[in-house]
């Protein structure tokens, strides 16, 4: 029930111990928060807002399906890959459209005393260059309002007006005004940079990604320092790609009406000549009508012979074709098979432009020709390619054979006609001509017609869902969360501090530490003293100290029990823990209860006790070992303390091991009991020598001294192996020195607090610095009534 109760205590002091062990750090804690809330308050005041706007737009990815001869030559579905556009939108000749047109190359940034503003949208004025140096150097101009209507240029004492041109190093520019007026003492600087260099830099800016999996939807975000810019540039950038999709889209169109242009060109001259000489023909020979006969025979041979013209015409359309097909490369088109009456070759030429297209489409998009599906679409192009030119040649094989038999049949006509009269034969052959290109022509004019009509259809797979709105909330930098993060560190760095220090500290600091490494049992503990005396016990002193040592007497009786004669041995693991400070004020206070009292100085190597009291050296323990001095002679009374001596170390012997196995040792205690009621012995710290091992069999108990901060927690172990083996007499601990942690009382002795501050004389004890003051007081007291006697 004892060791129950016990770990209970202990337990309990362990809360409070650690309650006032870290309140000590509140100082540390409260600094380091006002410094990161300090530096947060600076970052938020000094670091440039960031806007974000968002824009939805939706991309169909499916552009046909069911085409399952596409599908055997590709080995997949036509389907356009959502990553592709998203590298298209953050490409760079995108980003530039979009520069081009916000005109961005000009940027504004208005002055501040705290910190400089994005003035995008947010001015008076418009700054137009009108001749530059060089458009790809990059430059800035300051612009200082004087007034409403003036200004200066590059901090110089010319003063401009609005329209009025001015001249700097890099060109000509002027101001104009854009709406309202500018506030005088406004700054400006005006940026210029060329398109390139913006858009390279904005694309850092830049965000898109899908919103959902499996779905076509793009969320293209876009940061600056200015929300109106942030807008701007995602509802530009989503108009600008849709814009370029639709031109995408009519690439292979535009290349087909140039072709029929060119061709309707040439035959336009063709029909151009043919009239001219069939007017010139009929003016020289006088020519009206023709035979009846000789126009049957010639309206057959103009029928082979248009069937010829249109053989010819698609031979040489073949011809074209294979040529532009032979030695295509895979991003350029290839016309369309206009004239040519066979639909597998016009599909397979559609397909091979789509594919062409499509790969156009991925290298604008800064996708690598090295990227397995642009080297896919190679392979599919060549296999087109091949294809298309096999097709080819097998139609003008049909067609020259076709030709072959129309003009074996128009020779049989021409043979008739030209037993006609020369002239009028002559006649028909230009009229013949003449009629062929005319119906030439008025096919190519259907075709181009057809395909004006299909560019004009051709509409955009995007759609934008959403436009993008300006955000007047900044995203970065969140005051929430820089003030949140300045509490974080604000606590994580003093914590660092303390976990590091603990982790480092090897000494005793609290009771705890000496009840969780020995089972010795803890006597007491006495708190550090503030005064420059060694004896701080006397019959009139109430301090805190003096009441420990009072309450130590106290528990010592439970150890000693109703001994009328008692020899109390004090040690410690080495110096510097207070033995001799702890063995004077034992004497003392025993000596407070009529009870007499002796300290032996029996430390033989460091003897501090009468250096402690004041008292000068001399003869004593030493010397009565080594010769037939008189032991009361040596015996010194303490002044000013009633019923305390001291037995000096004397000289410090040369072997203080050997000489306290000298048996006058067992006269000289035993002469001691007969004449004291008490005898402290103050011996050499045991973890150092073996002398208070020697002494220990005189004695009744041991006090083995600890001090706060300066014993090492690996010498409890000492502690502990000293009392499990009983090596010492009723050995128990005294905690010395023990300081008042930050914050309140230090939980000392069985959980009594001490150490609530300054006391009255009628409160339980008086502190040390109550005293110095009443010492003082007491002085200046007795100091002013001399004066005034």
């Known amino acids: 029930m004892q060791s129950i109760e016990k770990k209970e205590i202990s337990g309990n002091l362990s809360a409070r111990e650690l309650f006032y062990k870290y309140i000590r750090f509140l100082p540390i804690i409260i600094l380091s928060l006002i410094l990161a809330f300090f530096v947060a ?100 101009v300051d612009i200082d309002f004087i007034n409403a209507n003036q200004f200066r240029v590059d901090k110089k004492n010319t003063l401009y007006s609005f329209d009025q041109l001015f001249q700097t190093k890099n060109g000509v520019f002027k101001l104009v005004k854009s709406g309202g007026l500018p506030e005088p003492g406004a700054e400006f600087t005006i940026t210029y940079n060329h398109e390139d260099v913006i858009a390279a830099n904005m694309i850092r800016d830049l965000n898109v990604q899908p919103k959902l999996a499996n779905t076509g939807i793009l969320l293209v975000e876009y940061h600056s320092a200015n929300p109106y810019l942030s807008s701007d540039v995602v509802n530009t950038l989503m108009k600008e790609y849709t814009i370029w999709k639709v031109e995408q889209g009519n690439t292979s169109m535009d290349l087909t009406i140039d072709f029929i242009n060119n061709r309707l060109g040439i035959v336009q001259h063709d029909i151009d000549s043919l009239q001219r000489k069939l007017v010139a023909y009929q003016q020289n020979n006088n020519l009206v009508d023709a035979n009846l006969q000789i126009t049957a025979l010639l309206q057959r041979a103009q029928e082979q012979d248009a069937a010829g013209q249109e053989q010819r015409m698609a031979i040489n359309t073949l011809d074209l074709l294979e040529s532009g097909v032979a030695k295509g490369e895979n991003s350029v088109l290839t016309p369309s098979a206009l004239g040519v009456k066979d639909v597998g070759l016009g599909d397979m030429l559609t397909k091979l432009n789509e594919a062409q297209l499509q790969r156009k489409n991925l290298v604008d998009g800064n996708v690598p020709v090295d990227n397995p599906q642009i080297k896919q679409l190679d392979q599919t192009i060549e296999t087109l390619r091949k294809g298309a030119l096999t097709n080819i040649q097998t139609l003008k094989n049909s067609y020259r054979k076709n030709l072959g038999l129309v003009s074996s049949e128009k020779s049989k006509n021409t043979g008739g006609a030209l037993q006609m009269p020369a002239k009028i034969t002559e006649q028909a052959e230009i009229e013949r001509d003449l009629t062929s290109k005319l ?197 010194i009374p303490v002044a000013g303390e009633e019923n305390m001596y001291v037995l000096p170390c004397g000289p410090i012997p040369p072997n203080p091991a050997e000489l306290l196995l000298n048996e006058k040792t067992d006269q000289l205690f035993a002469q001691l009991k007969n004449k004291f009621d008490y005898i402290i012995i103050d011996t050499a710290p045991i973890g150092m020598v073996s002398d208070a091992l020697t002494l220990a069999k005189y004695a009744d108990c041991t006090l083995y001294v600890t001090r706060q901060g300066h014993t090492f927690k690996k010498q409890l172990n000492l502690i502990n192996e000293m009392y499990e083996n009983k090596k010492m007499p009723n050995l128990s601990i005294v905690l010395n020195d023990t300081k008042l942690p930050t914050g309140g009382g230090y939980y000392g002795n069985y959980g009594y607090g001490y150490g609530y501050g300054e006391r009255s004389g009628n409160d339980y004890y008086q502190d040390d610095t109550f005293i110095e003051r009443k010492k003082k007081k007491g002085f200046f007291s007795a100091l002013g009534k001399a004066k005034k006697r």
Do not use: C
């Open 41 to 140: 308050w600076l970052y938020l005041r000094y670091t440039q807002e960031q806007y974000s706007s968002i824009g939805n737009m939706l991309i169909t990815t499916e552009e046909s399906k069911g085409d399952k001869v596409e599908e055997l030559i590709e080995g997949k579905s036509k389907t356009t890959n959502l990553l592709n556009e998203v590298e298209v939108l953050k490409s760079r000749p995108l980003m530039t459209r979009v520069v081009r047109s916000l005109g961005l190359q000009v940027g504004y940034v208005k002055k501040g005393n705290v910190k400089n503003m994005n003035a995008y949208k947010r001015t008076s004025f418009a700054f137009v260059p009108v001749q530059l140096v060089d458009s790809a150097l990059s430059f800035s």
């Open 439 to 635: 119906a030439l022509a008025k096919v190519l004019g259907e075709k181009r017609e057809e395909a004006a009509i299909k560019r004009a259809s051709t509409i955009s797979n995007t759609k934008i869902i959403e436009k993008a709105e300006p955000d007047l909330v900044p995203v970065k930098p969140s005051p929430r969360n820089v003030k949140l993060a300045a509490l974080l560190f604000g606590l994580a760095i003093p914590g660092l501090f303390i976990v590091l220090k603990e982790a480092l500290n090897d000494r005793v600091n609290t009771r705890s530490d000496i009840e969780r490494a020995t089972n010795a049992p803890i006597l007491g503990e006495i708190g550090h003293s503030k005064s420059d005396q060694t004896l701080v016990v006397s019959k009139t002193k109430r301090t805190l100290i003096a009441e420990q040592f009072r309450l130590l007497r106290s528990n010592l009786q439970y150890i000693t029990g109703k001994r009328d004669k008692v020899v109390i041995l004090v040690t410690s693991s080495f110096g510097g823990e207070g033995k001799s400070f702890i063995s004077t004020n034992m004497a003392a206070v025993y000596g407070l209860t009529d009870k007499k009292t002796i300290v032996l100085e029996f430390d033989l190597r460091k003897p501090k006790v009468l250096s402690g009291l004041d008292m000068q050296k001399r003869q004593g323990i030493s010397n009565y070992m080594i010769g037939d001095v008189d032991l009361d002679s040596l015996i």
